[in-house]
Every structure is written in C-alpha cells, then in structure tokens.
C-alpha cells in the first residue's frame, strides 16, 4: 500500500513539473527557474543537513534523494521510526519561567517545530525574552529567493523591538557604556534550537546600525518611549530600510558585500509576536499567520485569527496598493495573483528589486559582483513604473488576553496551504487531549474524564504508536499526512517525506510552526486583582 502512495505521488508529481509555474512559491515560475540552476549555498551546511536530516547517511539519501527513478525512489522508503526521526529532528520546546518582578507569567510554555522542503530551508523562528523589559517575542519568517533575509531579519528584528521599547535611561545607559568601551547591557535571552544557524562575521555591522537607532531614539528625548505599536512598527520599516541601504554603502569586507546582497536582493515575510502580561501585540508582514485557540465558558473551542494575509485575496491590501500608485497602474499591479506577475506576498522584507528604481539596481549590481554565484537575478517587470511597490510596513493587532484564551499559534504559509485555521486549532486540542486521530470537534463541548479515559484505552489496545510530544510536531504531521477528508494516512505522510529533493517542493512548501500556551491562572489572577 505504501509502494502504491508513493508511486502515484511520485508518478503525479513529475507529470507536473512541465507545465507548473510555481504553485505556491513566493516567486513565479521564471524566477523559479533561474533558482533552480544555483542556490544561494553549493549544499546546506552541516549544521542544517544534520538538524533536518537526523545526521545519518542512510537517513539523509532515503530523505533528500535526489534519483529520477521511480523503482530506485520506492525502495528508500522511510519506516515509521525514521519519519519520527526526520519530524523530531528540529523541534524545540521551553517553559517561562516567572519574570524577574515575581509576577506570574501569562506565557506557561512553547512548543517549535520546522521542516524544510528547500534546500536549504528558507524559514526561520525566533524566541527571545527581552531583558531590559518585561517582554516575551516568538517570530516566524518566511524567506523566498533564498534563505539570506529570513537569516538576517531573524537575527536582527528583535532586537530593533527591544531597542524601541526601552525607557530613555536605558538607552542612554548603553550609549554611555559604548562611548566608555564598557560591556553594554545585555538586550536578549534566545530560546534556540541548537541546529539554527547564525551568520556570525556581520554582528558588528549590524551592532553598528542598531547603535545608529537607538542614538536617534535618544535625540528624540522621549522619556515614555514610544506605544508598543508604534515600536513594531518603525522596527520592521528601519530594519528593511537598514538592509537596504547597507548594500549601497561600501563594504571592505568581501563575505560581508555579498551577504549583504543577497539579503537585499532575497525577500522574507514576518510574523511576530510580543507578550507583556496580559497584553498581546502580533505584527504581520506578508502570509505568515497567527490565531488564538480560544476555549469559551461552555467548554466549547473556536478560532480568533490575528492576522491578515496580504496577498491578492486580500480585498484591502488590494486597495492599497492601488491608493499608493496611479490609477493607470489599477490593472498591472497584481498579474496572475501576484505582485507585478512575481511575488505572491504583497509586503516583505527585502526584495529590493520591486522597491528601488531600476537605475539604482544597475548601479548597485555594477560593482563586480558575480550575480550567477549569488543566484541574484536582473529582471525588471513589465510596468515598472511607480517603485517601490513593496513595503515591510506589518499589520500591528493588539488583543488583551483572557482566562479562556488558551494558546497562540504563528505559522509560515506552508502550514497555512494545508490546513485551516479551524483545523489547526482542533489539532492542538487534540494534542493537548491525547487522544490521537479522535480529535475534538470544534463546536462540541467538553470531552468528560471518562470518554477521555476511554479513548487512551482504544489507543492503547489498537497498537496505535505514541502521540507526538510536541504540538507543533503534531501539525507537521497531519499538514503532511491527513487525506482531503482530514484523516491520517501513515502511507501519504511516508511519501511525503520520501519525496525526491528535485519533486519535493512541488509538493509541499517549508513548514515552521510555533505554538505558544497561555498560562489562565496568572491571566485570571490580572484580572481578579491578583
């Protein structure tokens, strides 16, 4: 039966491959292309092969083979083992700790887990504590063109909200320590897993411009600082205003030039999260997605979506679009659902080339950079006319936390492509439930003791393997392996996985999932006066 999945899926999916024109890849097919001759890396370090594909030889080839034979693909299937494995490999969980105040925290725990179908990966996460402040953030970014921006707005978003929210003393604090060459205080505690990468030879470029920030904070003599929305805000539209101008100033270092460039010239979603008590901001730019799994006083579940994906479906991001060009552009601006014809998020990071004026990309690009090396593609749009046409510019939605908020969930799209957002939130509580495929309907009330009981016994008796320990895991799972009517397939899920690296992505996008779980006590004491 597997041997059957698999071939169909195999034999489908390069019937495909002639006539596909992206799917649902951030870039359209002729930029796709060009991607597919060079990666922005020869291979993916070794860091990446051994967090995504469980660090052994044999399970790396039945992983990422890259054969074109249909008899070779189906012998290299994956036993329910390896799959845990290759699921496993990445995922990443932590529980808060109380604040330094004493306080409760509202967050009790997350849950991580990624998995690539690039290769690289193009997704990246970020979890961090900001030590200055009381906040929490949780962040997933959705790179395309490469995984240079992802890279780099992952590393350094953070750090311009930080640096935002702090009180003028702080700030001046670290100005004085870095005029002195004191140690600076620290801004954040990371929660990393330890395969994520770190592009460690441009911290000090970056710590320079961060500097450069915050000194234009001070000048601004704000003794409050600016309102956590705002501080989003202007933290997105200075970081991808950063990236940009770092490529056009110059550079002695080489590795450092062109890491710059292909930051700028590859482009990156972002949705992040922050948590200060009872106080939840989400900030959105692109197609990434956040949703509150909410369970009301009856015991029944429901959705609370956060965010707005900003692509063409997106009525209002339509509009504008068209309000910021001339209204003879009404009809160029999106083509075939995208962004002048090429990308299918209508805000990013990066991605100069839909934001600088085809003269400054010439100039930039005309400095002897070996674009073919870099995979940096020259394409100038039809109907180029009125740049940028793009911004990072994110949705910023505030929602005060209540006792029956239980969780939060931040995706990148590739979860999203798959599954609704009223079937992830039934798989979480599914997962927090245990019981495996019985999964909870959305609308029904809550399962009694016994009919859980009961259920752990049928698990238990039909020799069912043991439920993910991870919830992010377990979305992984079920986006990969549930059939059209949302059931577990074992034989679909294996040749998902199974997939040759050259047919993989026509299949399945680079999922990165984080799943935040609300503490209700310390909630419910905020509001008992606790």
């Not at 051994?50 to 249909?70: D, P, V």
């Not at 503490?519 to 606790?530: E, K, L, T």
Request: net charge negative; hydrophobic share 40%.
């Amino acid at each position: 039966m597997s041997g059957m999945v698999s071939s169909r899926i195999l034999s489908s999916a390069r019937k495909s491959v002639a006539t596909w024109r992206g799917g649902r890849r951030s870039y359209s097919g002729y930029v796709l292309q060009r991607s597919l001759r060079g990666r922005l890396f020869s291979q993916a370090p070794p860091a990446l092969q051994s967090k995504f594909l469980g660090g052994g030889f044999a399970l790396q080839k039945a992983c990422r083979h890259t054969s074109t034979t249909e008899e070779e693909d189906l012998h290299l299937q994956l036993g329910p083992e390896q799959v845990n494995e290759v699921l496993r490999a990445s995922e990443l969980a932590h529980k808060i700790l109380n604040l330094n105040s004493g306080a409760p925290n509202s967050v009790l725990r997350f849950e991580s887990n990624q998995l690539a179908a690039n290769s690289p990966v193009e997704d990246r996460r970020g979890v961090a504590s900001c030590l200055q402040t009381d906040g929490l953030m949780f962040g997933v970014f959705d790179g395309h063109g490469g995984p240079a921006c992802a890279q780099a707005v992952s590393e350094r978003l953070f750090y311009y909200v930080a640096v935002s929210l702090m009180s003028y003393q702080t700030l001046e604090q670290m100005e004085g320590a870095m005029e002195n060459m004191k140690p600076v205080l620290p801004i954040l505690q990371w929660l990393k897993h330890p395969g994520d990468s770190i592009y460690k030879n441009v911290t000090s470029v970056h710590l320079d411009h961060l500097r450069v920030y915050w000194q234009e904070l001070l000048d601004l003599h704000m003794e409050m600082g600016p309102s956590i929305e705002e501080a989003l805000v202007h933290s997105f539209q200075r970081l991808d205003s950063d990236i940009s101008l770092e490529i056009q100033a110059p550079l002695e270092d080489e590795m450092a030039k062109n890491l710059s460039l292909q930051v700028a010239f590859s482009g990156a979603t972002a949705c992040m999260a922050h948590v200060n008590g009872v106080h939840l901001h989400v900030a959105n730019a692109g197609d990434c997605r956040a949703i509150l799994g909410v369970q009301e006083d009856n015991g029944r579940w429901s959705c609370l979506p956060l965010t707005r994906d900003h692509n063409a479906w997106n009525e209002a991001e339509l509009s504008r679009l068209k309000r910021e060009h001339p209204e003879s552009e009404d009809r160029t601006i999106v083509v075939d659902d995208r962004l002048l014809g090429i990308l299918l998020p209508c805000r990013a990071f990066g991605d100069v080339q839909l934001k600088w004026s085809p003269e400054l990309q010439r100039s930039v690009l005309g400095r002897g950079f070996d674009t073919e090396a870099l995979n940096i593609y020259q394409f100038t749009p039809p109907h180029y006319h009125t740049p940028p046409y793009l911004t990072a510019k994110p949705e910023v939605t505030y929602h005060k936390l209540r006792p029956q908020d239980k969780f939060l969930v931040l995706a990148s799209d590739g979860l999203w492509d798959v599954l609704s957002n009223e079937d992830v939130v039934r798989l979480v509580v599914g997962h927090l439930a245990d019981v495996g495929q019985q999964q909870p309907d959305l609308a029904q009330g809550r399962t009694s003791l016994g009919r859980l009981q009961s259920l752990l016994l049928q698990r238990k008796a039909s020799g069912l393997p043991a439920a993910d320990r991870n919830a992010a895991t377990h979305l992984i799972r079920h986006a990969l392996g549930s059939n059209e009517y949302g059931e577990m397939e074992p034989e679909r899920l294996t040749a998902m996985l199974t997939l040759p690296e050259d047919l993989a992505r026509m299949y399945r996008d680079d999922i990165t999932v984080t799943v935040v779980y609300f503490n209700s006590d310390s909630i419910d004491a905020y509001y008992r006066g606790g």
